[in-house]
């Protein structure tokens, strides 16, 4: 199947070496092509160039982009898409009031989630989670990570984990899976956290390790959470599986869990709502990318990562929904990409460059995915007539997305 599309008004995020991370100064660039064409075959970029250059190529299909921007599919390095029910009670709650650290202590937050994930059939599960991941292909999600975290026991876990392997292998979307066991501490380990850690590390990630289906290890490294003896701890026992660290960090507090990221080489350290110069001095140097997640700032009005001081650092930067029932339950990228703009402070290259490139990188896909490159992966956003890229962050709560390709193949929104 060949796809040949014409007239492009703007072509973004065109490389024509294969750029795998975008850092500092450089992010402020966005390679574009004005008045431009893309040519597809099966699931790769063959060519593209401009305009006046595309005579005498022919395809299978031609969709004339006039007035269309073109770009790659949104790449959201962090969600927990694959939970059950919903947390609105929660919601509810902390309108009136409470936090989400009470609402946590009281039993709620992410042990509520594992309560309603451990009564849900594998089935059930499996379609209440691709149900969502069918809308966001809808906002331009060509690439998804999903971690595991609301089993919180090995049956659970492995459960969570058999219906990520199923949505990679059906999904037209790219799936990277991460295993989050250590998301929090299970009731039944409460007066225990060593033998739930031991739990982590001696059945579950040699038995995650086994089903091969996860590449990435996490720890939420929070006061109240795992600390950093224990993220230290679960991170050497991945690693020993070949599980590369990707952590969640500085989101309430600062435990000094980022230099801890950097001394294991991990991929990228999430949420950064506190950050000091220690931490932005460790990130220096390393190949651990940073990633901010403005959706749950929003959601649940806690501070906005500093992106300017990063990005300014030299360092580059990735933006992802964060998406799960608690802490941000949505998985729009538009969105993320628009509160980037208006709440990190970035300009709008600077915000698709987050949101694509950088985002490959933070999945450790970005040799296939997240530019416009020649033999990269056809994971293309095609949007409404717009004036001008900036229009994307710009409206926000729009959706700019009137077609997408994945994998080569064609989807009408
Ligand atoms: O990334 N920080 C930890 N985990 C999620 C929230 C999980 C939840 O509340 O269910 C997050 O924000
Ligand atoms: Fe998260």
């Not at 790769?44 to 004339?64: H, L, N, P, Q, S």
């Not at 042990?111 to 691709?130: G, I, W």
């Amino acid at each position: 199947m060949s796809i040949l599309i014409i007239n492009i008004k703007q072509l973004l995020q065109v490389h024509d070496s294969n750029v795998t991370i975008v850092k500092g100064e450089a992010m402020k660039t966005l390679p574009i092509i004005e008045d431009a064409y893309v040519y597809i075959d099966n699931d790769t970029i063959i060519e593209y160039g401009k305009m006046e250059d595309c005579d005498g190529i022919e395809a299978e299909t031609t969709i004339d982009a006039t007035g269309k921007i073109v770009l790659p599919s949104w790449c959201d390095s962090h969600t927990h898409i694959v939970y059950a029910g919903n947390r609105t009670s929660e919601f509810v709650d902390r309108i009136n009031g409470l936090t989400y650290a009470e609402i946590a202590n009281r039993g709620g937050g992410i042990l509520n989630s594992a309560k309603l994930l451990q009564n849900t059939s594998e089935e059930d599960l499996y379609n209440q989670s691709t149900k969502r991941m069918e809308e966001l292909i809808k906002m331009g999600t060509g690439a998804f990570e999903i971690k595991t975290g609301y089993g919180l026991t090995v049956e659970a876990e492995l459960k969570m984990l058999r219906v990520i392997k199923r949505i990679k292998q059906e999904s037209l979307a790219k799936i990277t899976p991460t295993l989050l066991a250590a998301h929090a501490i299970p009731e039944a380990y409460r007066a225990n956290k060593d033998a739930y850690i031991k739990l982590i590390t001696e059945k579950l990630i040699p038995q995650a390790s086994e089903l091969n289906i996860a590449n990435f290890i996490d720890v939420f490294c929070e006061e109240g959470y795992f600390d950093i003896d224990d993220t230290e701890a679960i991170l050497k026992a991945g690693l020993k599986h070949k599980f590369r660290p990707k952590i969640h960090v500085n989101q309430f507090n600062i435990l000094g869990g980022i230099a801890l990221g950097v001394k294991y080489n991990a991929l990228s350290v999430d949420h950064l709502e506190e950050l000091n110069e220690a931490d932005i001095e460790a990130l220096k140097g390393s190949d651990t990318i940073p990633v901010a997640l403005p959706g749950c700032s929003y959601f649940l009005s806690i501070p906005y990562t500093p992106a300017r001081k990063l990005i300014d650092a030299g360092l580059p930067l990735a933006i992802a929904t964060d998406y799960n029932p608690g802490s941000a339950p949505s998985g729009n990228m538009n969105f993320v990409v628009s509160a980037a703009c208006v709440k990190l402070k970035m300009t709008p290259e600077e915000a698709i460059n987050a949101a694509t490139i950088n985002g490959a990188y933070a999945m450790r896909i970005s040799n296939m995915y997240g530019s416009i490159t020649r033999g990269k992966k056809a994971n293309l956003i095609i949007t409404k007539p717009l004036d001008h890229y900036s229009e994307i962050p710009y409206a926000f709560a729009h959706n700019p997305v009137e077609q997408v390709i994945l994998n080569g193949q064609l989807k009408n929104i």
